[in-house]
């Protein structure tokens, strides 16, 4: 199973960006992609997530409105695009898999993170 990040960088106060999660490899019933960050110094927290099948999405507060999860099914892979970005969501942002076998699971991956500097 691999989880890989990218689209990570430098963007200005109120600038966007998009990441992105290529989750290969793996057997599911069903799974769940997230997207988590963890800032200097704090704990690592959802920022948003996504179901399949179905699709669903959950939003922590913070990123509601400004962010969007979305997937490309033919390319494996789930999008974080952020909007009016902050400079407090300076972040390394990572990205999880947890999936299903029938009942068994759930077994989770993480990938190695891709880091995020929102600076002037």
């Known amino acids: 199973v691999q989880v890989v990040e990218s689209g990570g960088g430098l963007v200005q106060p109120g600038g966007s960006l998009r990441l992105s999660c290529v989750a290969s490899?793996?057997?599911?019933?069903?799974?769940?992609i997230s997207w988590y960050r963890q800032a200097p110094g704090k704990e690592r927290e959802l920022a948003a997530l996504i179901t399949s099948p179905g699709g669903e999405t959950t939003y922590a507060d913070s990123a509601k409105g400004r962010f969007t999860i979305s997937r490309d099914q033919s390319k494996n892979t789930v999008y974080l695009q952020m909007n009016s970005l902050k400079p407090d969501e300076t972040a390394v942002y990572y990205c999880k898999l947890d999936r299903w076998l029938g009942a068994t699971g759930p077994f989770v991956h993480w990938g190695q993170g891709t880091q995020v500097n929102v600076s002037p």
């Open positions: 490899g793996f057997a599911a019933t069903r799974y769940v």
